[in-house]
């Protein structure tokens, strides 16, 4: 940084009783120097000053925004440009959700797919995403309010239709989480689909909907011989729910 007291000749500091006349003469070589050309040199250093100041900043926030992005500081900036000026199409926001993704930036795949969201309620690609995301991070009413716009704009993905009716198990509808789960198992009639019938047969247990459930395991019995034991052990709860043993006197 330039010192105002300092000569421009000898580069020594003049003393202060000097600067307060004009000609400003050197106590040191003698060298004269006009108060307007020292007012000139405070400007000069004040400019010098607010460049370095803004450039320090510049390079910190680009040193962050290198640390934040890694090796896709660059490819992140025109997809963010384009959403902030709204912009951006349906592959800007999934090139950003895909970056994001690969930080395992999972707030960042969020935010980007609330921001598409937002641009177009209707994209049925965007409510599956949004939807999923939300139940998987446990925020059931959004994931319910998403995953139902879904369905009532038509959407028949069966995977989403699976996590629909948790959310719905979930929040407590059981009826129509019910209708899910029926809408799975009858679009795979001749496979047996472990997992969604042993969700959907812990969700009448946990209700005590023992007579449905016993339906569902007749329904089961009746398409396979093998059944694996992790629901056999299902079905005789439900058997021992609705035969009790007699309490021996």
Known sequence: MMNFNLCPSCKSEISEDRLQYSPIICNHCGHTQS????????????????????????????????????NHSFAVIPHKVLIAFGLADDSNFEALQQICIDRKMIDCVQASLEDQFADNPQNLEVLKKLGKLYYQRKNYTD???????????????????????????????????????????????????????????????ADNRYED??????????????????????FN?????????????
């Not at 509808?173 to 969604?196: G, H, M, R």
């Not at 569902?216 to 694996?228: C, D, F, G, H, N």
Request: aromatic share 12%; hydrophobic share 45%.
């Open 143 to 205: 994931a319910l309010e998403i995953l139902n716009s879904y369905f009532t704009l038509q959407g028949d993905d069966l995977m989403t239709a699976y996590y629909f009716a948790k959310t719905l198990s979930l929040e407590g509808e059981i009826d129509k989480a019910s209708e899910y789960f029926e809408f799975i198992l009858a679009s795979k009639p001749d496979v047996l689909q472990v997992t969604v019938t042993e969700t959907y047969m812990d969700m009448l247990i």
């Open 213 to 234: 459930a016993k339906k569902l395991a007749k329904s089961v019995e009746e398409r396979t011989e093998k059944i694996p034991g992790t629901l056999l052990a299902r």
């Open 35 to 70: 108060k307007t050309q020292n007012e000139f040199n405070k400007k000069t250093n004040l400019i010098s000053i607010f460049v370095f100041f803004f450039l320090s900043i510049a390079i910190s926030a680009s040193f962050l925004h290198s640390v934040r992005w890694g």
């Open 237 to 249: 709860k439900v058997d021992e729910a609705l035969n009790p043993t007699p309490v021996k006197n």
